[in-house]
């Protein structure tokens, strides 16, 4: 059986220049066009309909419906609407954030701190496509006011507050392409979580696997928004970023499944591109002893939560092996003195398993 090829999509500040590159046309002409072409950095030529147009007093507004293709995007189907109002000032372009677009309130980031969150990349995009147009000579001097809708509700479910992003999304996308289920943009996040975290002089974040470690991470060290890094997997795209970055104190947080790899070497702790040596845990138990006191065939062993259910009491001491061998593969990874390593396995329902806390290698 053939495996679907998935299908890519536009990012918001490809669907925010086309919309622009419309209502530009439609402020010039009088005339907004149902389809506008644009050209991606790469030099591709999307097409994309207009889903909304609206005139107004010396402006323009269009929009374009955002398609993320088969990426599971939380900003899928929304309406970009981006508004070119005329100036007459010879002050050039001016990029604003309408209502469901972020803005900047904290240093670390690309942009200045107050700006609208729409990032460099569209901001290029947008003028070299506006500037390509014979109307464009001299009718440069204009704002352009980006506005998403919903975007102030679908906010709640990015990095954005995290980041001091407020009161919307950010315009994104350097290629204009969203590639689904693309490892580069979620170790970019990863990055600019890092980023914000050195320019606010946080001294300690919490890198955690998933949702149940994040609530636990922060609740035990009474961490602030901009702590938290959603890590996810790429344990091993953060640390190299850490080795250049450096932050004073970092807790690694996560279920013993994905810990458990870690302690194993893995720095990818995906299913499908690691998996737990089954022999070296085994191993590990027997020459803890905790197979004879809990009486544990050990070949009957398959999954590593299965494990932890077997030994009842005595998980807590696997646990704590567990934590302090990944503690020491991380600093072995990073050669660094100047970060303090933390690590905390979390149980299913958030229970802590071990912590490695104030250890030293």
């Not at 955690?208 to 009474?222: D, I, M």
Request: hydrophobic content about 40%; overall charge positive.
């Amino acid at each position: 059986m053939l495996k679907k090829n998935l299908r890519r999509g536009w990012t918001t500040g490809a669907c925010a220049t086309a919309a622009a590159k419309a209502a530009f046309i439609g402020l010039m002409t009088g005339k907004c066009p149902d389809v506008v072409t644009i050209k991606l950095p790469n030099g591709q030529s999307p097409k994309f309909n207009i889903a909304y147009q609206n005139a107004g007093h010396q402006s323009m507004s269009a929009g374009v419906i955002k398609d993320a293709g088969d990426d599971p995007d939380v900003t899928d189907g929304l309406l970009i609407i981006t508004e070119i109002v005329k100036r007459n000032d010879q002050m050039g372009i001016n990029f604003k954030a309408g209502s469901g677009v972020g803005i900047i309130t904290l240093p670390g980031l690309p942009l200045e701190v107050g700006e609208p969150a729409i990032n460099p990349g569209p901001r290029k995009m947008i003028e070299d496509n506006l500037k390509e147009l014979s109307i464009a000579k001299n009718n440069l001097d204009i704002d352009i006011i980006i506005e998403v809708p919903e975007g102030k509700e679908i906010s709640k479910k990015t990095w954005n507050e995290r980041l001091g992003i407020l009161n919307g999304i950010s315009i994104l996308g350097t290629t204009g392409i969203v590639i689904p289920f693309s490892c580069a943009a979620w170790i970019h996040s990863i990055h600019r979580g890092i980023d914000v975290a050195i320019k606010t002089n946080t001294t300690h974040i919490a890198a955690c696997t998933g949702s149940v470690s994040e609530r636990v991470a922060k609740k035990e060290y009474n961490l602030p928004p901009q702590s938290m890094i959603d890590m996810g997997d790429f344990v091993g795209g953060m640390l190299k970023y850490l080795k250049k970055n450096t932050v004073p104190r970092v807790t690694i947080a996560g279920g013993f499944a994905k810990l458990l790899k870690l302690s194993q070497g893995e720095l990818d702790l995906h299913s499908s591109r690691s998996q737990v040596n089954l022999e070296k845990l085994r191993s590990e138990i027997e020459k803890l002893n905790l197979n004879n006191t809990n009486h544990i065939e050990l070949n009957k062993i398959s999954t590593a939560n299965q494990c932890l259910s077997m030994l009842g009491p005595k998980k807590y001491d696997l646990a704590e092996n567990v934590a302090n061998t990944a503690h020491d593969v991380v600093v072995k990874y990073l050669k660094k003195d100047d970060i303090a390593i933390d690590i905390m396995i979390v149980d299913r329902i958030g229970d802590i398993l071990a912590k490695t806390e104030n250890r030293d290698a």
